[in-house]
């Protein structure tokens, strides 16, 4: 029975990738058998409430995965939804992740964290659904992400900005008409206009 046990949650870390204790009680297995299936080096403890199957292969996102996993209703944004399109050149050393104004900020002791606060729209626009070893992760799409560079342009620098929309542009990963949408959504179209110009010219 036991043994069992432990092997469904086994299972369950390898399906989903991360396993946090919540995600057996809604499968109705106690947490001791989490315990248990660590104590017998069948999962490692990643980060408080954060597990995965020992020797699993480790995505090189897998600091996103985390994050994601410990909020849900977050978004990859920035300097890091940038790195996941190759889109910058920028190695970003933190995780940036877009919540809503009120929204609780989760505690991670493994990965930093840079908090962004977008409401309306622009935290619910241009969202995009990966899977990151398992985990389901919320990620700016290309377009939107250019804008929001723009938008966030005083915190990140304007030079990473114009540097994502040339490789957006270049690679094709991001259309002119979603760059314009997503501009007027952040409010930045203007902004962006002659950037996008000269780059088409």
């Known amino acids: 029975m036991v043994a069992s046990r432990v ?33 017998r080096g069948l999962l490692e403890r990643v980060a408080r409430g954060l597990y995965r199957p020992v020797g699993a292969t480790v995505s090189e996102h897998v600091s996103l995965a985390e994050v994601c996993k410990k909020a849900p209703s977050g978004v990859i944004c920035l300097l890091s939804a940038l790195s996941f399109h190759e889109l910058t050149t920028q190695l970003p050393r933190a995780v940036w992740l877009a919540v809503g104004p009120r929204a609780r900020v989760p505690a991670i002791e493994t990965v930093g964290l840079e908090v962004v606060r977008f409401s309306g729209r622009a935290l619910t626009a241009g969202v995009e659904t990966h899977d990151i070893g ?21 915190r ?6 114009i540097e994502a929309l040339r490789d957006a542009l270049g690679q094709r990963k991001a259309a002119v008409d979603d760059l314009v949408r997503y ?17 088409l010219a």
């Open 7 to 39: 092997s469904k949650v086994v299972e369950l870390a390898r399906r989903k990738g991360l396993l946090r204790p919540r995600d057996l009680a809604e499968v109705g297995i106690a947490r001791e058998y989490l315990r248990l299936a660590v104590e």
């Open 134 to 154: 398992g985990v389901e992760a919320r990620v700016f799409g290309a377009a939107k992400t250019v804008a929001d560079c723009f938008k966030c342009r005083s």
């Open 156 to 161: 990140i620098g304007p030079d990473v900005a």
């Open 183 to 199: 501009g007027r959504i952040c409010r930045v179209a203007e902004v962006m206009r002659p950037y996008v110009e000269a780059m």
